[in-house]
């Protein structure tokens, strides 16, 4: 379905070049919920942002990404439009900040409707409140943002994301911020969404990814470090990185990863993690371990592990 | 050590001119914080934790009720009061990156606290190299500003200050909400062994049930301005006796990393 090869993002510093997504490899699965977790900074959102052209100008994007056999990354500015919303739509982080303010919920969708060429009607509207959950859907219609709480917020992000049916939503930290009922409930409604579409889940949350993906991918300091499906990941993490964060969960030891993730432009020679990892050995130290296959579908990128 | 006796607040919001309209954000909050334990206060967004902190530390004022510090009461503190209130009671807020004053370097956020307790200038400096050793942090630090550092970083930063004056109560508010998991389980050490060390007492103010319970001795559980439960760690997660107390554990448990139901 969406297939990404050595995928890049790089950007010109007073520092040097910089290159906060370093060579991503990873394949979407129709109707499979794909989950990239990792620390902030650490490149998630750009990631997600690359995939829809939507990163600022001086950042230079190379690889090959394939939606449905088509290569995206080379398209035209016009172009892009017709990937947008219709293959891939995206529900921002922080609703509350990439909301208009002075639209109210119709005019929002009304406006993401009309752009990608889809019937805006007061009915199909009225059906996507309902999906996301919020009730009360025809009043609801005339709010502004600020008259809602963060939860209908994010619901109705969500809804805006759908709104055009795309085959692939990217929900970036969807839950960020949200209190633990509400979060069960965004939780419980993205997981009925879930058999309809693929999604691109992005998020730091550990108990989010856990109940909602199908595979997860972690990701430090710009490059995916695991790629394993969900229950062999939380049962067996194989990346000392995965398994270390895992530890450090409340609801495990909570023992903290000793020392802190490598700054933009001072990341270590050899692997990204030696400097942090127990199980380091001389060879860690100068050469850069590749993304390797082992058992099934999981990939590690450790040559203590492979 | 702290007694909190039948505090009431409210804020009055006059969007309409001589209609005062008054929203009550705590009501009759009543409990006591016994020396050297961690007390969890919980609670979803807009409960009134933080206002209850800020009553605490005299940032906001209570309209009604008593706060008892060590035998003294500091609800209404006069300058000599609140001198005393401020070196037994400090309170690291909840985003280091915005309580950190953009515009000083690092050395000098945590050299105000001990100037302000007029001490000469190499004690201070002696102080900061040590708070800055206590946190994990070295010398190279002290000559950046707040945005050159990590949120884990900054938070740091904030615990060295809000120790300096050696506190015997701290009050940590939602200080890991911001960070990552493995950076929270960093901070959270570092207050262990800096309370062990230190003997003090700390109210911590979460949202993140899991962290509570890993945590505290006693949780008391805010709604809507009150506390409807407050009783040990243990009680609280395995015998929950209000049902908003119960709710909130049957959520946690539902998105729990043990959990397979919603698969």
Not at chain 1, 35 to 41: L, V
Not at chain 1, 248 to 261: A, D, N, Q, V, Y
Not at chain 2, 94 to 121: M, W
Request: net charge positive.
């Amino acid at each position: 379905m969406l297939s990404i090869r050595d995928l890049r993002v790089e950007f010109e510093s007073p520092h040097g070049l910089i290159m906060p997504v370093d060579s991503v490899d990873m394949d979407i699965l129709d109707k499979e919920t794909f989950t990239i977790i990792g620390e902030s900074g650490c490149g998630k959102s750009l990631l997600a942002n690359s995939l829809l052209g939507l990163l600022p100008r001086d950042a230079k994007v190379s690889g090959k990404v394939h939606i449905d056999g088509e290569e995206i990354l080379s398209l035209k500015k016009k172009e892009w439009r017709r990937i947008r919303g219709n293959k891939i739509g995206l529900v921002f982080q922080n609703p509350s900040a990439s909301l208009n303010p002075v639209f109210n919920m119709h005019g929002h969708l009304y406006e993401t409707l009309k752009y990608s060429n889809k019937p805006s009607s007061r009915d199909k509207m009225v059906s996507l409140l309902k999906k996301t959950g919020i009730k009360n859907p025809l009043r609801r219609l005339s709010q502004y943002p600020h008259q809602l709480s963060g939860g209908m917020k994010q619901r109705f992000a969500i809804a805006l994301g759908i709104a055009t049916d795309p085959d692939i939503l990217i929900a970036d930290e969807p839950t960020n911020g949200l209190d633990v009922t509400v979060k069960l409930k965004i939780v419980q409604m993205l997981s009925k969404l879930h058999s309809e579409r693929s999604i691109l889940l992005i998020t730091h949350d550990l108990n989010v990814a856990y109940n909602l993906s199908d595979k997860i991918a972690v990701m430090y300091a710009g490059e995916l470090v695991e790629i394993a499906p969900v229950n062999s990941f939380f049962e067996k993490p194989i990346h000392p990185y995965s398994s270390q964060l895992l530890v450090s969960h409340p609801e495990k030891e909570m023992l903290p990863i000793p020392g802190f993730t490598p700054q933009l432009t001072q990341r270590p020679q050899g692997c990204r993690f030696h400097p942090r990892c127990a199980l380091a050995s001389r060879k860690c130290k100068h050469e850069h371990p590749g993304l390797e296959k082992i058992e099934g579908e999981r990939y590690v990128r450790c040559f203590a592990c492979a | 050590m702290l007694e909190v006796k039948a505090l009431d607040k409210s804020y009055s919001s006059s969007t309409i001119p001589f209609r005062k309209k008054s929203t009550k954000v705590l009501e009759n909050i009543s409990f006591r914080i016994n020396k050297h334990e961690t007390l969890c206060i919980v609670g979803e967004s807009g409960c009134g934790k933080t206002t209850l902190a800020k009553c605490l530390v005299n940032l906001e004022k209570p309209d009604n009720g008593r706060i008892i510090l060590e035998g003294r009461d500091v609800t209404f503190p006069d300058r000599k009061t609140l001198s005393f209130l401020h070196t037994k009671v400090q309170m690291i807020f909840q985003n280091a990156d915005t309580s950190l004053n953009p515009r000083h370097l690092i050395y000098d956020s945590l050299a105000e606290p001990l100037r302000l307790q007029c001490q000469n200038e190499d004690n201070v400096r002696k102080r900061v190299l040590q708070l800055l050793n206590h946190v994990g942090l070295s010398e190279e630090h002290l000559h950046r500003y707040p945005h050159q550092l990590s949120g884990g970083q900054n938070q740091r930063i904030a615990i060295a200050r809000s120790i300096a004056l050696h506190p015997d109560l701290l009050i940590a508010d939602e200080i890991t909400a911001a960070l990552d998991v493995s950076v929270q389980a960093q901070i959270l050490q570092l207050l262990k062994t800096l309370k062990k060390e230190m003997d003090m007492t700390l109210l911590f103010i979460s949202h993140d049930l899991a962290l509570v319970k890993r945590i505290a001795d006693r949780v008391a559980v805010m709604q809507e301005g009150k506390i409807v439960e407050i009783n040990d760690t243990n009680e609280v997660f395995h015998n929950p006796q209000s049902p908003y107390t119960k709710q909130l554990i049957s959520s946690m448990s539902k998105l729990s990393l043990n959990n397979h139901d919603l698969k």
